[in-house]
C-alpha cells in the first residue's frame, strides 16, 4: 500500500481528469479520495473514495488543506488553495497536467491575484479554455511521473 494519498479537489476537476485518475488509482493501488460540497459517483474500488462536505465558500479547499499531508499528491486548479498545500509539503498538479511548486507558486499567486482585481472592477477576462486532449495527456503523464517518483 502506498504511503502517500492524491486527494482531489473534485468540485471543478473535469470528468476526464477524475477517470484517469480512478485508473490509476486501481492499477497503481493509490488511495485517491474526491472531496467536493456535491454528491459525487465513483467506482467501486477499495483505492476510490468520495467525501462530500457542506455548501459554503472553499468548504471542499479547506478539508484537502486541512486532510493533505507532507509527500501526498493534490490535484487542484485552485491557486490559493495549492499554495497552502504546497507549504505543508504536499505535491500539486492542476488538471492540465502542471506541477506547481515552491519555485513558481508566488508568481501564480500573483497572476491569480492580479486577474480577480480585473474581473472585481468589471473586466471581462473570460475563463480557461475547454480541456484538450493534449492537455489530458500532459497531466497523465505528469501523475505517472509524480507517482514514480513518489512511490519510491
Do not use: H, Y
Not at 465558500?57 to 490535484?75: C, H, N, S, T
Amino acid at each position: 500500500m502506498s504511503s502517500f494519498q492524491i486527494w482531489v479537489d473534485a468540485d471543478a476537476c473535469p470528468v476526464a481528469i477524475k477517470e484517469i485518475l480512478f485508473r490509476v488509482a486501481d492499477r497503481t493501488e493509490t488511495p485517491v479520495t474526491l472531496i467536493a460540497n456535491q454528491m459525487l459517483r465513483t467506482p467501486p474500488s477499495r483505492w476510490i473514495k468520495a467525501i462530500q462536505v457542506p455548501r459554503g465558500f472553499d468548504v471542499a479547499d479547506k478539508r484537502i488543506a486541512q486532510e493533505a499531508q507532507a509527500g501526498d499528491l493534490v490535484i487542484t486548479a485552485d491557486i490559493p488553495l495549492a499554495a497552502e498545500v504546497i507549504a505543508n509539503g504536499a505535491t500539486v498538479i492542476d488538471p492540465r497536467g502542471e506541477l506547481l511548486s515552491k519555485a513558481n507558486i508566488e508568481e501564480r499567486l500573483t497572476m491569480r491575484n492580479f486577474m480577480d482585481g480585473l474581473r472585481s472592477s468589471g473586466v471581462d477576462t473570460g475563463g480557461p479554455p475547454a480541456l484538450s486532449n493534449s492537455d489530458r495527456q500532459a497531466f497523465a503523464n505528469q501523475l505517472d511521473r509524480l507517482l514514480a517518483k513518489l512511490k519510491r
